[in-house]
């Protein structure tokens, strides 16, 4: 599975979303699971998949999918 897929994964599984739905162009409070505390099972998948820690402007900065990647990229994540 490649990194992208991963991460994909995690946002499906961290908002509770069926498998293969689209998420690319998913937003923070587009669907009801992305709330604070959807948000943060996201962040504890990420960290833990990815072995980093994220800080804590990144956390709240984080609010698409597309934010996401571009965030895991300066923590050296392939993207």
Do not use: C, N, P
């Given at each position: 599975?490649?990194?992208?897929?991963?991460?994909?994964?995690?946002?499906?599984?961290?908002?509770d979303?069926?498998?293969?739905?689209d998420?690319?162009?998913l937003?923070?409070?587009?669907?009801p699971?992305?709330?604070?505390?959807?948000?943060?099972?996201?962040?504890?998948?990420?960290?833990?998949?990815?072995?980093?820690?994220?800080?804590t402007?990144?956390?709240?900065?984080?609010s698409?999918?597309?934010?996401?990647?571009?965030?895991?990229?300066?923590?050296g994540?392939?993207?």
């Open positions: 599975m490649s990194t992208l897929d991963t991460i994909r994964t995690l946002f499906r599984q961290s908002f979303l069926e498998d293969g739905a998420v690319d162009d937003a923070y409070r587009a669907i699971g992305w709330d604070s505390v959807g948000h943060m099972r996201l962040i504890a998948a990420l960290e833990t998949e990815f072995d980093l820690m994220l800080e402007d990144d956390v709240l900065d984080m698409s999918f597309a934010k996401a990647r571009e965030i895991l990229g300066k923590y994540v392939a993207v």
